[in-house]
Nanobody
Framework: QVQLVESGGGLVQPGGSLRLSCAASGIIFSIYTMGWYRQAPGKQRELVAAVTSSHTTNYADSVKGRFTISRDNAKKTVYVQMNSLKPEDTAVYFC????????????WGQGTQVTVSS
């Protein structure tokens, strides 16, 4: 059974930091590009950051310089360190796994709420 379990969300003041974690099980973690997406109320889900199996990273323009994505293949976990948080970062954050081969499926986590507010 495949599971992507996010943790680390919560309430933080503007300018604060959070680190989200996503622990994967049931997949060959090393062949997946792992990503973080977010969805705010009334908005479409958008890519925040992604990291390939070779640790190449990609960020949305809105988070460049503030967020850092990383992965630990041994722990089958992907992280996103979020600094200088803004109210507009408030959203449900989802972990995503995209395989490098069509032989395998993609997966989503259940989401974790991040609220940036004073």
């Amino acid at each position: 059974q495949v599971q992507l379990v996010e943790s680390g969300g919560g309430l933080v003041q503007p300018g604060g930091s959070l680190r989200l974690s996503c622990a994967a099980s049931g997949i060959i973690f090393s062949i997946y590009t792992m990503g973080w997406y977010r969805q705010a109320p009334g908005k479409q889900r958008e890519l925040v950051a992604a990291v390939t199996s070779s640790h190449t990273t990609n960020y949305a323009d809105s988070v460049k310089g503030r967020f850092t994505i990383s992965r630990d293949n041994a722990k089958k976990t992907v992280y996103v360190q979020m600094n200088s948080l803004k109210p507009e970062d408030t959203a449900v954050y989802f972990c995503n796994a995209e395989p490098s081969s069509r032989r395998y499926s993609s997966y989503w986590g259940q989401g974790t709420q991040v609220t940036v507010s004073s």
